[in-house]
Antibody, heavy 121, light 109 residues
Framework: QVQLQESGPGLVKPSETLSLTCAVS?????????WGWIRQPPGKGLEWIAS???????YYNPSLKSRVTISVDTSKNQFSLKVSSVTAADTAVYFC??????????????WGQGTLVTVSS | EIVLTQSPGTLSLSPGERATLSCRAS???????LAWYQQKPGQAPRLLMF???TRATGIPDRFSGSGSGTDFTLTISRLEPEDFAVYYC??????????FGGGTKVEIK
C-alpha cells in the first residue's frame, strides 16, 4: 500500500521560506510516476503547486513558479517543496500526492494526510 | 489557463436521492483529461473518477462520470450517508498544468 507523509514546520514567518518534505513508503519513487504538491487554504478549494518526475523533470504552476522549488531524493524515497517569500496568502494545508500520467491525463491516486502551514509573525 | 466552474455550490439532498454535479470548463478539455475527487472534512481528497468516466479502484458503481469538451457531470445514483462531502473536478492540459474547480458541497437535506 502506497503511503505518503508530509513533514515540516507548522508556522513560518512572513518573507521566509516554507520547506516541506513528503516521505513515501510502499513504493519506490525511482520506479516511476510523478510526485507533487497541492495546497488548500482554510475553507477554500485546491490549488496545484508543482510536480516532479522520478528523473528530476519539474513542472510548476505558472502563478507560483517564481517562488517554488520542488526536488526529489530517490535515496531517501522522498520529495520536497520550498516556497520562498511567503505571505499570509500561503497559509494552507499542503498535501503531497502521487500523480499518474497516462492516456486519461494526470490525476492524483494517492495522497498524504496534509499538513497545515500558517504564515504569521 | 483553463478555468473550471462547478455548480451548484451546494446541493442539499436526502439519502437515496440522485445527485448531479456539473463541471464546466472555459475551454475544451484536452482529450477529456478530467478527474473527480471527493473530500470529507479534515481528510485528503480521494480520487473517484479519471478520464471522465473511469472509476478509481474501490469506487462503487453508484458513481458515474460523463461529458466531453467543456461540460462534464458527476452523478451519484443513490446517495449513501458516506457520500455527503465536497466534490472537486480537475483537468490537465499539456502546458502541463493542473487546475481544480471550486467544489460542490453535497449536504444532507
Amino acid at each position: 500500500q502506497v503511503q505518503l507523509q508530509e513533514s515540516g514546520p507548522g508556522l513560518v514567518k512572513p518573507s521566509e521560506t516554507l520547506s516541506l518534505t513528503c516521505a513515501v513508503s510502499g513504493y519506490s519513487i525511482s520506479s516511476g510516476f510523478f510526485w507533487g504538491w497541492i495546497r488548500q487554504p482554510p475553507g477554500k478549494g485546491l490549488e496545484w503547486i508543482a510536480s516532479i518526475y522520478q528523473s528530476g523533470s519539474t513542472y510548476y504552476n505558472p502563478s507560483l513558479k517564481s517562488r517554488v522549488t520542488i526536488s526529489v531524493d530517490t535515496s531517501k524515497n522522498q520529495f520536497s517543496l520550498k516556497v520562498s517569500s511567503v505571505t499570509a496568502a500561503d497559509t494552507a494545508v499542503y498535501f503531497c500526492a502521487r500523480t499518474k500520467s497516462d492516456n486519461s491525463g494526470w490525476y492524483q491516486d494517492y495522497w498524504g494526510q496534509g499538513t497545515l502551514v500558517t504564515v504569521s509573525s | 489557463e483553463i478555468v473550471l466552474t462547478q455548480s451548484p455550490g451546494t446541493l442539499s439532498l436526502s439519502p437515496g436521492e440522485r445527485a448531479t454535479l456539473s463541471c464546466r470548463a472555459s475551454q475544451r478539455v484536452t482529450s477529456n483529461y478530467l478527474a473527480w475527487y471527493q473530500q470529507k472534512p479534515g481528510q485528503a481528497p480521494r480520487l473517484l473518477m479519471f478520464g471522465v468516466s473511469t472509476r478509481a479502484t474501490g469506487i462503487p458503481d453508484r458513481f458515474s462520470g460523463s461529458g466531453s469538451g467543456t461540460d462534464f457531470t458527476l452523478t451519484i445514483s443513490r446517495l449513501e450517508p458516506e457520500d455527503f462531502a465536497v466534490y472537486y473536478c480537475q483537468q490537465y492540459d499539456s502546458s502541463p498544468r493542473l487546475t481544480f474547480g471550486g467544489g460542490t458541497k453535497v449536504e444532507i437535506k
